[in-house]
């Protein structure tokens, strides 16, 4: 029993994410400061204003990517859209609005889509390091005109797990979401069955390796790392599917790092 | 024991750390800095005013700036993270028979469209 109970605590421990040293490296992370994080945020910002994106998908680090599962470097994924904004004091100016779907503070197994400023997007953020993606022109219009609709909120799913599977609604996380927002605009749909039929076929998610014991125990550690919706293995939408995605077909205009100290483009 | 309770508690909040809110990332981050975590809100940067519209802004033309009320300065911009919760549903779960609970194979009773093209 003792064996079996040590096999479960090193399956948990173990979990693709996570190293042997993964926890340690994970506690020492220190807190971005915040005069860093604002800056890092109005350096994307004006990046992207000055490519003339009115819509942006942008990533961030969130965990030291160390300790994150093969092909996995970003963490969290949202749209950013460029905007006139009116603060409660009355002053005005134009920037980017980041339109997100966050796990719920407290209850880790639902979400809320979230409006937040580019500073609070990377306040959480691990290192100062953004994966971006201009969608063409073209889409942008569409995606702005979905994210302006009702669609956009009824494409939310708010059970969450961090592992969603992208082909089916049964769970979501903020990459499905920016992924079925994505393919509501490109078929001018709002069927999410036509949706999820659309990403089976077409978006090949990234494959996340995890052994049966890890698959079995997770939701023991906590309900969000739930797999009950994959079949036989597993794979999740990220930055970098999206990436993909969208350089297979056509439909970026640029998709591209950076970082305070660099732009560096993604090959195609 | 110790031990065992800290394993499980790493991979939670390891994983839990993705999608997360700027105060669940600060909490996750910060496993053994409580008191550096206690410092940082749920909004890091931004402690003042906070934005009470953003439209997205369609016109044309290729250049297009940042200003005003939009930049971040620290201790006065603008917004507080997570207090403009947009919506939450459910979606629509799809019939049983269109579920993809054991292939990876798209759902049967809905055919894709082509493959996504720009006009």
């Known amino acids: 029993m003792r064996r079996f109970i040590a096999s479960v605590l090193i399956a948990l421990s173990t979990l693709a994410p996570v190293t042997a040293t993964a926890g340690s490296s994970a506690a020492t992370n220190p807190v971005l400061p915040a005069a860093d ?9 004006r990046d992207l204003a000055g490519r003339g994106a009115r819509v942006a998908i942008v990533s961030r680090v969130g965990r030291d990517p160390a300790v994150l599962p093969n092909g ?23 920037g980017y609005r980041v339109y997100n779907l966050y796990q719920r503070d407290g209850d880790l197994t639902h979400s809320d889509l979230v409006q937040d400023s580019p500073g609070d997007f990377f306040a959480g953020a691990h ?3 953004a994966g971006v993606i201009i969608p063409d022109p073209r889409l942008q219009r569409k995606l702005l005109d979905v994210i302006a609709s009702p669609t956009y909120a009824a494409l939310h799913n708010a059970r969450y797990s961090v592992l969603a599977n992208p082909r089916t609604g049964q769970f979501q996380n903020c990459t499905e979401h920016t992924l079925d927002v994505l393919m509501a605009a490109l078929y001018d749909t709002d069927d999410p069955q036509q949706i999820k039929a659309n990403i089976g076929a077409y978006f090949a998610p990234q ?40 350089q297979a077909n056509g439909l970026e205009d640029e998709v591209y790092r950076i970082t305070p100290t660099q732009v560096v483009r993604f090959a195609n | 024991m110790q031990k065992s309770k800290l394993a499980i508690t790493l991979a939670t909040l390891t994983l839990a750390a993705a999608c997360a809110a700027p105060s669940v990332q600060h909490t996750a981050q910060s496993v053994d800095h409580s008191a550096q975590a206690a410092s940082h809100g749920a909004s890091a940067v931004a402690s003042g005013a906070a934005t009470v519209s953003a439209v997205p802004v369609v016109a044309a033309g290729a250049v297009l700036s940042v200003t005003g009320a939009a930049i971040e300065s620290v201790g006065t911009a603008s917004v507080d993270a ?7 549903g459910l979606g629509a779960t799809a019939p049983a028979g269109c579920r993809v609970a054991a292939t990876r194979q798209p759902a049967p009773c809905v055919a894709p469209n082509g493959p996504p093209v720009l006009n």
């Open chain 1, 72 to 94: 996995i470097n970003y963490t969290h994924v949202a749209f950013w859209v460029y905007s006139r904004i009116t603060l409660e004091d009355g002053t005005t100016g134009q």
């Open chain 2, 82 to 88: 997570g207090i403009e919760v947009l919506d939450a």
């Open chain 1, 127 to 129: 290192s100062l390091d």
């Open chain 1, 207 to 246: 494959p996340v390796q995890l052994n049966g014991l890890q698959r079995l125990f997770a939701p023991a550690a906590s309900q969000a790392l739930t797999t009950a919706d994959h079949g036989a293995n597993v794979g999740t939408a990220t930055f970098g599917s999206i990436a993909r995605f969208m």
């Open chain 1, 37 to 45: 994080v604002a800056s890092f945020a109005n350096k994307v910002q």
